[in-house]
C-alpha cells in the first residue's frame, strides 16, 4: 500500500493516540481532520475547496436539526431534578418502602437509578449524584464497600440506555432512524438490565445479608398515613413526569423535542412544589445545562469535521474492502462491530465511540441480512439498542472507566479505586449477559415497536 491509501489508517491512528492527550474532545476530532485535509492537499486526493462543505455539513446536520434541541431540553431536566432536590426525596421514599428487605438500600438505589435514567441521559451528573445521596449513607450502614460502589456505578450508567437517552437521540440522528422508533426498542432491554442488577442484588444479599444490613424501623414515618403521604410527597411526582414525557413521546402525542420541552418545564413545577426554586437554583441549572450542551454539540462539530476528512480520504471505501477481504457473514460482522465497541469502552466515552464508530458502520448495517432471526427493515434499529447495551460497559471497564472516575472523586477517603474496580465486574458481567439475551431473542428489543407500529 502506499502512504495515500493508508491516510484513512494513519488518520484513525493519530485520533486515538491523541484522544489520550487530555485535550478537548472537539478540538482533537476536528483538528485531526483539518491537519489530514491538508495532508490530503499535498497528495493531492483532496481539495482545499472541500473544507467548505464541512461548515455546510455542521450547518445541516448540526444546527439545523431539530431533533438535536431535545438534547439541552433533557440536560436541563435532569439537572433540575437534581439540583432542586427531587431525587434526594426519591431515593428517601425508596429506602423507607424496602427497609424490610435484606439489601433494602441497594435494591433502592437500583429502582432509583433506572427512574432517573428515565429523566436524564447524563451519566456524570446521574454517578455524582448517586454517590453522593447514597454511598455515605450505604456506608453508615456498614454496606461492603465493593457492593456499594459497584451498585451506584451501574444503576447511575443505566440513563445511557433507558429513554429518554442523549445517546439514543444521537444515534437515531446518525443512522437516520426515528428517535420514536429507537425510544420505544431500548425500553425493554433497558428495563431486563435494571432487573438484572436487582435479582443479583436480591439474591446475593439474602443468601449474605452481612453485606447489606436491613434498615432500622426506627427510621422514617411508622404510620401508614407518614407513609402515605410520603409516597404521595416524594415517589409519584417524578413518575407521573416521567410517564407524560415517555408516554407522549410513544403515544404520538409528542416529537421527543416537544416531549423534553415539557420534562424540562416539569421539573420546574417540581421544583416549586418542594419550595425548592430560588434564583441560585435556577441560575446554577441552567449554566451546568449550557455547558454540557456546550460539550455534546462541539464534540458534533468536530466529529462531522472528522467524519467527512475521513470519508473523502477513502475510509469508507478502506473499511468495506477490509470486510470484504475478511469474508465475514452478517454474524461475522456484526460480532466485529461489538468486539470493537466493547474494547473501545476500556480507552473511550461513549460520545467518542458513538461519533466515531457508527459513522464508519453506517453503511455496512444498512446492507446485512439475518435471514429469518429478524425481520430486515428493523435490523439497523436492533443493531443501534445492541451497540446502546454494549456502550454501557464503556462507562465500567478500567482504566478509563468515567463512572468509577466520576464516583472517586466524590467518594470518602476510605474508598479505594481498587475497591471501585472489584465492585463492577459483577455488573459488566450482567450487561454483557443482557446483550447476549437480546442478541439471542431480538423480539425484546422488537416487540414493543412492533406492537404499537402494528
Excluded at 402 to 410: C, I, N, P, R, T
Excluded at 415 to 420: D, L, N, Y
Aim: charged fraction near 10%.
Amino acid at each position: 500500500m502506499d502512504i495515500v491509501t493508508l491516510l484513512p489508517v494513519l488518520m484513525f491512528l493519530a485520533l486515538a493516540l491523541l484522544l489520550f492527550s487530555g485535550f478537548p474532545v472537539a478540538f482533537i476530532l476536528g483538528g485531526v481532520g483539518l491537519m489530514f485535509g491538508f495532508i490530503g492537499i499535498f497528495y493531492e486526493v483532496f481539495s482545499f475547496i472541500e473544507f467548505f462543505n464541512i461548515l455546510s455539513r455542521i450547518w445541516g446536520g448540526v444546527c439545523e436539526n431539530l431533533i438535536l434541541v431535545a438534547i439541552p431540553m433533557f440536560i436541563f431536566m435532569g439537572t433540575m431534578l437534581e439540583k432542586s432536590g427531587v431525587a434526594k426525596d426519591l431515593l428517601y421514599a425508596l429506602q423507607i418502602l424496602l427497609r424490610s428487605i435484606p439489601g433494602g438500600l441497594a435494591l433502592s438505589v437500583t429502582i432509583m437509578g433506572t427512574i432517573m435514567a428515565a429523566t436524564t441521559g447524563i451519566i456524570g451528573a446521574s454517578v455524582v449524584m448517586m454517590t453522593l445521596l447514597a454511598l455515605p449513607v450505604m456506608l453508615e450502614r456498614k454496606y461492603d464497600k465493593s457492593l456499594a460502589t459497584g451498585t451506584i456505578a451501574a444503576s447511575g450508567t443505566l440513563g445511557i440506555l433507558i429513554p429518554p437517552s442523549i445517546m439514543l437521540v444521537i444515534m437515531a440522528d446518525l443512522l437516520a432512524i426515528s428517535v420514536g422508533t429507537l425510544f420505544v426498542a431500548s425500553v425493554i432491554p433497558g428495563l431486563l438490565l435494571a432487573s438484572l442488577y436487582f435479582f443479583y442484588l436480591f439474591f446475593r444479599t439474602r443468601f449474605n445479608p452481612k453485606l447489606a444490613p436491613s434498615l432500622p424501623k426506627n427510621i422514617g414515618p411508622s404510620t401508614k398515613k407518614e407513609k402515605t403521604l410520603l409516597i404521595f410527597k416524594s415517589f409519584i411526582p417524578p413518575i407521573a413526569l416521567i410517564v407524560l414525557v415517555l408516554g407522549s413521546i410513544f403515544a404520538g402525542y409528542a416529537t421527543p423535542t416537544e416531549a423534553a420541552g415539557v420534562g424540562a418545564l416539569g421539573s420546574i413545577i417540581l421544583a416549586i412544589f418542594n419550595r425548592r426554586l430560588s434564583f441560585n437554583v435556577l441560575k446554577d441549572v441552567t449554566e451546568r445545562s449550557a455547558l454540557t450542551g456546550a460539550m455534546i454539540f462541539g464534540i458534533f462539530v468536530g466529529a462531522t469535521a472528522f467524519s467527512y476528512v475521513f470519508r473523502s480520504l477513502g475510509g469508507d471505501d478502506l473499511i468495506h474492502e477490509f470486510v470484504n477481504e475478511m469474508g465475514f457473514g452478517p454474524w461475522g460482522i456484526l460480532f466485529v462491530m461489538m468486539g470493537l465497541v466493547f474494547l473501545l469502552g476500556f480507552f473511550f466515552d461513549w460520545v467518542e465511540i458513538t461519533l466515531i464508530v457508527l459513522p464508519l458502520f453506517a453503511p455496512i448495517m444498512q446492507t446485512l441480512d439475518f435471514g429469518d432471526h429478524l425481520p430486515s427493515q428493523m435490523i439497523v434499529p436492533w443493531i443501534a439498542v445492541l451497540l446502546a447495551v454494549n456502550l454501557q460497559t464503556s462507562f465500567l471497564t478500567p482504566p478509563f472507566g468515567f463512572a468509577l472516575f466520576y464516583m472517586k472523586g466524590v467518594s470518602p477517603p476510605e474508598v479505594k479505586i481498587q475497591t471501585i474496580y472489584k465492585g463492577i465486574i459483577p455488573f459488566v458481567l450482567l450487561q454483557l449477559l443482557g446483550l447476549i439475551l437480546v442478541i439471542k431473542f431480538p423480539e425484546i428489543a422488537l416487540w414493543l415497536p412492533g406492537l404499537i407500529l402494528d
